[in-house]
């Protein structure tokens, strides 16, 4: 199932779920108290049940709200109206992995003055983790998201992003990494400069379940940027090029490293814009990924 969150014209929070073609029933407005993500995944664990079922069964249990997903996605990004989407739950930390994809490795050593680092990671064992984002670096759905004022050369990346509960993954959702690809060229110490700073990440529409998602490693992705409503470039690949699976990711990055509850792991890109391009302020990003949705955001100096 598809879980959003969204917030009213007052700061009210609700968590709704997908539960038809263009249907979202609202789970707060049956349980006041259920308006977050995280508060569903810990009840379902107390309770032995899946987050599915118990969602379900709250649905069944009263009269919810029925909203309009089309109403509320123009609504979204026009800035107006009594629903908008919010960022789907508030990761703690916010990990990623680097040179998953070949497409990346030959990249970062086009972009790098010491290239054969990035195809000694891409052929190790141990992979490329490090620590992307905090929840108040990273951004949800129709958010502006930045570049760097002090980079020359900054693109998206678009990523299927897995979720941690209880050292488990429990579902996924689309993340968008931005990077300074001139200051990580510039020396690859420089890495956590190049891909941590202000508005650097975002993540959204929604959270989907392992449930709503069987095979994440078989999954469609595009990366659409518009300029002053041109499209200037467009890439897809798919998760199944991918040389890690999730499952592989989150068990390195949890070796004698625990993490909180809500965690979000960024899994690598393949898309990446020719060394000629880089993204301007005011540049709409959109990132789709099958099974999930569009994540869609404009660009910022921060």
Do not use: H
């Not at 680097?98 to 891409?122: F, H, I, L, Q």
């Not at 993340?175 to 510039?186: A, F, L, P, V």
């Not at 490693?217 to 409503?229: H, S």
């Not at 890109?269 to 869609?296: K, M, N, Q, Y």
């Amino acid at each position: 199932m598809k879980y959003y969150r969204l917030v009213d014209s007052f700061g009210n929070l609700s968590l709704v779920v997908e539960t038809g073609e263009n249907q979202l029933e609202d789970i707060t407005s049956v349980e006041e108290d259920l308006d977050d993500l995280a508060i569903l995944l810990r009840t379902a664990s107390y309770s032995g049940t899946r987050v599915d079922d118990l969602a379900r069964d709250i649905l069944a249990s009263g009269d919810p709200l029925v909203l309009n997903i089309d109403e509320i996605f123009n609504s979204s990004k026009e800035g107006s109206g009594e629903y908008r989407f919010d960022r789907p739950f508030d990761p703690p930390e916010v990990w990623a992995a680097g040179v998953t994809y070949k497409n990346s490795e030959m990249e970062r050593r086009r972009e790098s003055e010491t290239p054969d680092v990035y195809s000694n990671v891409y052929n190790a064992e141990r992979p490329e983790v490090f620590f992307k984002a905090t929840a108040d670096r990273c951004m949800g759905p129709f958010d502006d998201v930045g570049i760097r004022s002090d980079s020359t050369w900054d693109v998206p990346e678009a990523e299927l992003a897995f979720v941690i509960f209880k050292g488990e993954i429990v579902g996924y959702t689309i993340g968008n990494d931005m990077s300074s690809r001139s200051i990580e060229g510039d020396n690859p110490l420089y890495l956590p400069q190049a891909k941590l700073y202000d508005q650097s990440c975002s993540i959204g529409p929604c959270f989907v379940s392992t449930e709503g998602i069987v095979n994440p490693q078989n999954l469609g992705v595009e990366c659409t940027i518009v300029r002053e409503g041109e499209p200037v470039f467009t890439g897809n690949t798919s998760t199944s090029e991918m040389a890690r699976t999730c499952s592989e990711i989150s068990e390195w990055l949890q070796r004698s490293n625990q993490v909180p509850d809500l965690t979000t792991v960024l899994t690598g890109t393949s898309i990446v814009p020719p060394p000629e391009f880089t993204l301007r302020e005011g540049d709409t990003v959109a990132i789709t990924i099958e099974g999930i949705g569009i994540l869609e955001n404009n660009v910022v100096v921060v």
